[in-house]
């Protein structure tokens, strides 16, 4: 039986371009302590994706801003490498108001820009995450009417009526609210009605090979469907080819995001 060593020694050595593997490597695995120190010395980024209207020239609605980290050497790590670790830690914490920081920063030196921010329900009642979201909307008249904030929905599920209350409460700013990975997992539709997010965001795997899966058709159109139903607009993620946004098309969806319409970049497009 053939024994494959899956230290972060050795897949730096077999991956030495792995941004990731190449910190994990010099830091002993040790996720926690690269988080802390990035954070600790500004070594955080947002990369931006955009959000383009399913009709209309396919114009861009919106862009995505995502968080990424940089290692000694200035390298992105993207958040999936790290984010699932520290999720539920305080550290998840710091990321989302890191965030939100640079989100609100983006906005405040782009007048024409309308960004969305991931966040989990987690940080809403996050000090930092608080403030920074305030003192936002403080210093900059209106701002609140080009911010998204994208709630993950299992953090959502978890805790319907702080989110609730947390909508409730910076909605009148012009917040628009996002439900993040929509369909994934069990989702408590019972909740849609009280949450009354503005829009949804279907989820990558639904979206993957719609033109050709049935199951998907199915799935999406009903999730679609559902968005609608509550006054939500459809947004699906993860579209990489022309055939799934043509299919998209025709079944509805107010959005799309995916490589199909640009990666994500640390450049507006």
Do not use: W
Not at 2 to 7: G, H, N
Not at 82 to 110: C, H, K, P, S
């Amino acid at each position: 039986m053939a024994v494959f060593d899956t230290s972060a020694e050795v897949l730096a050595r077999n991956n030495p371009t792995d941004p990731l593997q190449h910190a994990l490597a010099s830091r002993e695995a040790d996720i926690p302590r690269l988080v802390t120190e990035a954070l600790a010395q500004d070594r955080a980024r947002l990369v931006f994706m955009p959000v383009v209207a399913a009709s209309g020239g396919q114009r861009i609605a919106f862009h995505e801003g995502l968080i990424r980290l940089l290692d000694e050497n200035g390298r992105l790590i993207p958040a999936g490498s790290f984010m699932a670790e520290v999720e539920e830690t305080g550290l998840g914490r710091d990321i989302d108001a890191t965030a939100l920081r640079l989100g609100i920063n983006m906005l405040q030196v782009n007048p024409h820009l309308r960004l969305a921010i991931n966040m989990s329900a987690r940080s809403i009642g996050d000090g930092t995450f608080r403030r920074t979201l305030e003192d936002g909307i403080r210093r900059t008249p209106r701002i609140g009417e080009r911010l998204i904030l994208e709630i993950s929905k299992n953090s959502a599920m978890l805790m319907p009526e702080v989110v609730i209350r947390f909508m409730a409460e910076f909605r009148p700013h012009g917040i628009t609210f996002a439900l993040d990975d929509f369909g994934a997992g069990l989702t408590a539709f019972r909740y849609l009605r009280d949450f009354l997010f503005d829009m949804v965001k279907i989820d990558t795997i639904f979206i993957r090979g719609i033109h050709a899966s049935p199951d998907n058709q199915v799935v999406t159109e009903a999730l679609v469907s559902v968005a609608h139903q509550f006054g939500m607009f459809a947004v699906a993620e993860g579209v990489e080819t022309a055939d799934e946004a043509a299919f998209l098309q025709e079944l509805g969806v107010d959005c799309l995001q995916g490589y199909l319409f640009g990666v994500p970049s640390g450049v507006i497009s």
